[in-house]
């Protein structure tokens, strides 16, 4: 960039040298024929009868004149003599300056001679006697002028040249130095600020540039997160389902095995077949939990306006007798005319899961709060309640307050986490609070 601001200089600058050379050529090419004008005519005026016109006369004038040319010619244009030829240079009366001699009585023009070769400035008068003279000097063209200067030009070049260099460097380096700067700054991502008013747009350009650079690298920090945490999540996903697979192939396996061995009572024939029996739904079930929990994420249906309330009474009525097999009370707050932007089914699964939860893991003859409302739908428990430190993991996969999945309640560890994912898939929020041993409360509000 630096030599490409110095030749640049250079150029400019020889490029102005050149013009102004050819424009103080042509000036003084003006000037000097204006001078040869008058000199004409201060010559001209020098001129008196007593010079013969012939060539004699034509001489003996030009030697006046410090040899001048000088030509006589009749009114016609015809030379009669001239100082520099000796005759036969015929009729001149196509000659411009002879032209306006004869009409206005005195021209002047420059051209060059074809008789001697040179450029000359021709200064022609009329006289009383029917007789043109005409006097001519050499002058150089405005091209031969141009090409004199030359030499000069190149050494002033040469100067300039070197002029230019020193201003170009010093003038690169406190142009370029402020960039460079600026640059240095940017690539360090730190705070690019100039004290130059022309750079602080530039300025203000790189630090959006560095901003948004950050924020697309926390951006990607975020996702690759996001990717770790999901395959960390999937893996620990396949290990849990595997796990709970694991447990009713392993009885169903094993009992198959003793049935096909035989040797086996009525009785624990009867009990085998029951074991796989169980064993069988159960696995049914975990299939078909699984698959509903991963269908949620990809559920594209629309929802609609469901009667919240109607559904809550209806679905408290089906799940009254599994209450009453353990002494549970139910204790019903829902207001009438809860409509909610869902769908039956899915409603249907939140309340689902909080109510049998609460009565799953809850006391032989405690009771439970239900509490519905438009802001709100909350299920109130007096059961085992949930540890401080489990609090944060209730909405994960496969996660029980029972550790023994085939314990008295059998639970996957699904529900709650389907519960969870409908609502964020809906917007919504679900939250619990829990005292161990006292019970729990579980929140969704809309």
Request: with cysteine; glycine share 8%.
């Amino acid at each position: 960039m630096k030599w490409r601001i110095w030749l640049l200089s250079l150029g400019i600058t020889l490029v102005c040298v050149l013009i102004f050379t050819f424009a103080a050529t042509q000036v003084y090419y003006r000037s000097s024929i204006n001078d040869s004008k008058n000199y004409l005519r201060v010559y001209m005026n020098g001129f008196s009868g007593e010079y013969p016109l012939n060539a004699e006369g034509a001489k003996e004038f030009s030697e006046k004149l410090n040899g001048a040319r000088v030509t006589f010619m009749d009114g016609q244009g015809n030379v009669l003599a001239d100082s520099l030829a000796d005759g036969g240079m015929g009729n001149h009366s196509d000659r411009s300056e002879v032209i306006d001699a004869i009409l206005h009585g005195e021209g002047f023009a420059v051209r060059g001679s074809s008789t001697v070769g040179k450029n000359m400035a021709y200064y022609c008068k009329s006289f009383d006697g029917g007789f043109l003279v005409r006097i001519a000097l050499f002058t150089d063209s405005d091209w031969k002028i141009f090409a004199n200067t030359l030499p000069t030009l190149l050494e002033f070049s040469a100067i300039i040249i070197a002029l230019c260099a020193i201003i170009a460097f010093i003038s690169t380096y406190f142009i370029i130095t402020p960039v460079k700067k600026l640059a240095e700054d940017a690539a360090a991502n730190s705070k690019v600020v100039s004290k130059y008013s022309e750079l602080r747009p530039v300025a203000e350009i790189l630090n959006e540039r560095n901003r948004d650079i950050k924020r697309q690298l926390d951006e990607i920090n975020k996702e690759k997160e996001l990717a770790e945490k999901a395959r960390a999540s999937k893996d620990e996903f396949i290990s849990n389902v595997t796990h709970e697979m694991n447990t009713p192939l392993t009885s169903i396996h094993g009992y198959a095995e003793l049935l096909d061995a035989g040797g086996m009572s009525s009785e624990q024939q009867r009990t085998a077949y029951k074991t796989i029996l169980n064993q069988s739904e159960r696995l049914t079930n975990l299939i078909a939990c699984i698959i509903n929990y991963s269908e949620i994420d990809s559920d594209g249906l629309q929802s609609y306006e469901v009667d919240f309330s109607a559904l809550a009474k209806e679905m408290l009525c089906a799940l009254k007798p599994e209450a009453d097999k353990r002494n549970i009370s139910i204790a019903e707050r829902i207001d009438e005319g809860v409509i909610i932007m869902s769908r039956h089914e899915r409603l249907s699964e939140i309340f689902g899961n909080l109510v049998r939860n609460a009565i799953k893991y809850n006391k032989h003859g405690g009771c439970i709060t239900v509490t519905l409302n438009s802001r709100e739908f909350t299920v109130e428990d007096t059961g085992i309640g949930i540890a401080p430190e489990n609090l944060d993991k209730v909405f994960s996969r496969f996660f029980t307050v029972d550790k023994s999945h085939n314990g008295k309640n059998g639970g996957f560890g699904l529900g709650l986490a389907v519960a969870k994912k409908i609502c964020i898939k809906s917007g919504w929020e679900i939250s619990v609070e829990s005292v161990l041993g006292k019970g729990s409360k579980f929140k969704v509000k809309f």
